[in-house]
């Protein structure tokens, strides 16, 4: 498995019914890359990786009932429950202009408008009313909002995020 080439978008969360459909549970929320994936990649709890190809999936409730070509009984699908749900990159829909995926800004530069380097976005913490950006250097750890007031301009090209300080925010 590539796993440059792949991200990881949820997991099997169980079965559903006796027609082999999948109870998935993605971690962002959203359906929509699986609704129009026409195959995933699954790994196993046992470690294996396989690619299937998806034969229906649909909303049902707050979760997505997803179906593969080949495995409409429950006793072929059983195994899989708990297994680790992958799509292609290339399978996400594209963002809009200002919108990145959690994987495209992991790794960036972080610096202040006035150039002095805080460290490397090493992951984003998920809260209710915006995201929080985990920057770790050789020192310290600081945590940003992800707030327009505060990010000044992300550059995917040269891999840096440029961060206007709030008085305070690093003081810590």
Same mark, same amino acid.
């Given at each position: 498995?590539? =796993?440059? +080439?792949?991200?990881?978008?949820?997991?099997?969360?169980?079965?559903?019914?006796? =027609?082999?459909?999948? =109870?998935?549970?993605?971690?962002?929320?959203?359906?929509? +890359?699986?609704?129009?994936?026409?195959?995933?990649?699954?790994?196993? %709890?046992?470690?294996?990786?396989?690619?299937?190809?998806?034969?229906?999936?649909?909303?049902?409730?707050?979760?997505?009932?997803?179906?593969?070509?080949?495995?409409?009984?429950?006793?072929?699908?059983?195994?899989? *429950?708990? +297994?680790?749900?992958?799509? =292609?990159?290339?399978?996400? %829909?594209?963002?809009?202009?200002?919108?990145?995926?959690?994987?495209?800004?992991?790794?960036?530069? *972080? *610096?202040?408008?006035?150039?002095? %380097?805080?460290?490397?976005?090493? +992951?984003?913490?998920?809260?209710?009313?915006?995201?929080?950006?985990?920057?770790?250097?050789?020192?310290?750890?600081?945590?940003? %909002?992800?707030?327009?007031?505060?990010?000044?301009?992300?550059?995917?090209?040269?891999?840096?995020?440029?961060?206007?300080? *709030?008085?305070?925010?690093?003081?810590?």
């Amino acid at each position: 498995m590539e =796993r440059d +080439s792949l991200i990881q978008i949820g997991r099997v969360a169980a079965t559903h019914g006796v =027609r082999g459909q999948l =109870r998935i549970t993605t971690y962002s929320g959203h359906f929509d +890359s699986l609704l129009s994936a026409d195959s995933v990649i699954l790994k196993e %709890p046992s470690g294996r990786t396989g690619t299937f190809s998806v034969s229906a999936a649909v909303v049902h409730g707050k979760k997505l009932l997803l179906a593969l070509a080949g495995l409409g009984d429950i006793n072929k699908v059983l195994h899989l *429950v708990g +297994s680790e749900l992958y799509l =292609r990159l290339d399978q996400l %829909p594209a963002t809009e202009d200002g919108e990145y995926y959690w994987h495209d800004l992991i790794g960036l530069h *972080v *610096v202040t408008v006035d150039g002095e %380097p805080l460290g490397v976005l090493q +992951s984003i913490i998920e809260t209710g009313s915006n995201d929080v950006y985990v920057v770790k250097s050789a020192d310290r750890e600081l945590l940003i %909002p992800a707030l327009e007031d505060v990010i000044t301009a992300i550059d995917l090209t040269a891999g840096t995020m440029t961060v206007t300080p *709030v008085a305070g925010l690093f003081d810590l």
